[in-house]
């Protein structure tokens, strides 16, 4: 089972500002990088942001990624119909000595 | 432009070993001080980390498919390689190769895959 819980859904209107939270623990997000992958419908989960907060060449300025503590959040600024996707957070866990990725959270646009 | 690509069987039989190919093309895999990882996806089901390699051939597993997964490189054919053996049920997949950056800074470990390949379904069924 995922060591990093999101929230199983979100959504919003156009334009709206949509925030998926990433919860973990001081071995993984507590102590290492937190980063987000986009899977849109069908296709390979795809780096958003890297680093906590850096965003890949090509990915809008409309994502954006914060760490705090033992938890990381994704904002999706000026939503879009283009971002109907899951949205997975990741980082290492330093316990359990491996990558772990977060639960998953589905993001639809009204 | 860097392209990651799997191939292999996309039926495997219980008990028996699962192996995929990934071609890595547009770069090559031993020239940076990149990682080349395995992640794979039950089907309507979240992201596992399988495993990395390091053209060196230096790896790292998830301890918990470790007993069972073996990741090697090719660099002269620019591919690595995954084989999972003794396969159940429960590997069936998508399974997605990737590049890996993986380094431990003094902030911690900096762990992201970018970019992946397609991935490949794989069955497991007699």
């Known amino acids: 089972q995922s060591v990093l819980t999101q929230p199983p859904s979100a959504s919003g209107t156009p334009g709206q500002r949509v925030t998926i939270s990433c919860s973990g623990s001081s071995s993984n997000i507590g102590s290492n990088t937190v980063n987000w992958y986009q899977q849109l419908p069908g296709t390979a989960p795809k780096l958003l942001i890297y680093s906590n907060n850096q965003r890949p060449s090509g990915v809008p300025d409309r994502f954006s990624g914060s760490k705090s503590g033992t938890s990381a959040s994704l904002a999706i600024s000026g939503l879009q119909s283009e971002d109907e996707a899951d949205y997975y957070c990741a980082a290492w866990d330093d316990s359990l000595n491996r990558g772990v990725f977060g639960t998953g959270t589905k993001v639809t646009v009204l | 432009q860097l392209q990651l690509q799997e191939s292999g069987p996309g039926l495997v039989k219980p008990s028996e070993t699962l192996s995929l190919t990934c071609t890595v093309s547009?770069?090559?895999?031993?020239?940076?001080?990149?990682?080349w990882g395995w992640i794979r996806q039950p089907p309507g089901k979240g992201l596992e980390w399988i495993g990395s390699?390091?053209?060196?051939?230096?790896?790292y597993y998830n301890p918990s498919l470790k007993s069972r997964v073996t990741i090697s490189v090719d660099t002269s054919k620019n591919q690595f390689s995954l084989k999972l053996s003794s396969v159940t049920a429960a590997d069936t997949a998508v399974y997605y190769c990737a590049r890996h950056e993986f380094e431990r800074y003094s902030s911690g470990w900096y762990n992201w895959f970018d970019p992946w390949g397609q991935g490949t379904l794989v069955t497991v069924s007699s």
């Open positions: 547009g770069g090559s895999i031993s020239s940076s001080s990149y990682y």
């Open positions: 390699i390091y053209y060196s051939g230096s790896t």
